[in-house]
Every structure is written in structure tokens, then in C-alpha cells.
């Protein structure tokens, strides 16, 4: 089982290939990606640029709108589920390795967002409780909308 931060990561993981896809920074951020679960093996990092290149499909096929939100959501938990998962499988000394790559891949899709950005939300768990991967508690929460700009 994942100590709370290790989720934190995978789900911030998550929503960083989601918001990487439609952007210039895509191939990067793809590419890191396919290494840190590839994890050296070119067969492995080949099948997982396959993944990567599918999960942009879908999001571009989505389009906008309530659908699109729904299968964004979806392709956050399948891939914070499969950053769990490795995280889990590694021995300790490995997995800090993979959570320090990991968070340069969050950071750079952070660096890639849009700047137009209609809302912007912000959860800071540092408070939350975890049971199973879910928030049992909640932290500060900053909500920014620039509907007036």
C-alpha cells in the first residue's frame, strides 16, 4: 500500500499526461514518460509511448464539452492508477528515484499549460487523510476563474 505523498504524486502524475496532450510540450513530456515506466527496456518504453499516443486520441476525439470532462477524468485515474501500481512494485530506494522523475514530468506540464486557462484549480492535500486512494479529509482549495479578463 502507497503512503499518502506517493498518491499525491501518481495523481498528480495523472493529470499531468492529461493536460501535457494537447499541448506543444507533448512529445516530452510523452517521451519521459514512456522512460520512467519503460524503466530501461526498450520493448516496455515502446508499448507505453503506444499508450500515451492512444490516450491523446481519445482526448482529441472527446473534443469539448460535459463528454470530454468525463473521459479527461477517466484517463486521469487510468494513468494515476498505473503510476500507483509502479510505484508500489519498486523497493524503496528506486521509487524515490521515479518520484524525483516524476515530478520534473509534472512540473513541465505545469510549464506547458495554456496560458488562457478559463479556470484554474489548485488542491493542496498536505492536510487530507488517505484510506484506498480516496481524500477522507480535504485541504485548501483555490479556485481562480478569469471569466472577467
Avoid at 512494485?89 to 521509487?95: F, I, N, Y
Avoid at 488542491?123 to 484506498?132: I, R
Amino acid at each position: 500500500m502507497l503512503v499518502e505523498g506517493l498518491i499525491a504524486v501518481a495523481a498528480a502524475g495523472g493529470t499531468a499526461v492529461v493536460q501535457a496532450a494537447g499541448t506543444d510540450a507533448w512529445n516530452g513530456i510523452r517521451d519521459g514518460f514512456a522512460r520512467l515506466f519503460g524503466r530501461g527496456e526498450p520493448g516496455r518504453e515502446q508499448a507505453e509511448l503506444e499508450r500515451l499516443d492512444q490516450t491523446r486520441s481519445v482526448l482529441e476525439a472527446a473534443g469539448e464539452g460535459e463528454g470530454a470532462q468525463r473521459v479527461q477524468i477517466a484517463q486521469v485515474a487510468r494513468w494515476q492508477t498505473r503510476l500507483e501500481t509502479l510505484l508500489e512494485e519498486l523497493p524503496a530506494a528506486e521509487q524515490q528515484l521515479v518520484v524525483a522523475e516524476l515530478q520534473a514530468l509534472v512540473a513541465q506540464a505545469e510549464a506547458a499549460k495554456p496560458v488562457e486557462t478559463v479556470e484554474t484549480v489548485h488542491n493542496d492535500f498536505s492536510q487530507a487523510s488517505f484510506t484506498n486512494s480516496q481524500v477522507l479529509g480535504s485541504g485548501t482549495m483555490t479556485v481562480t476563474n478569469n471569466y472577467d479578463k
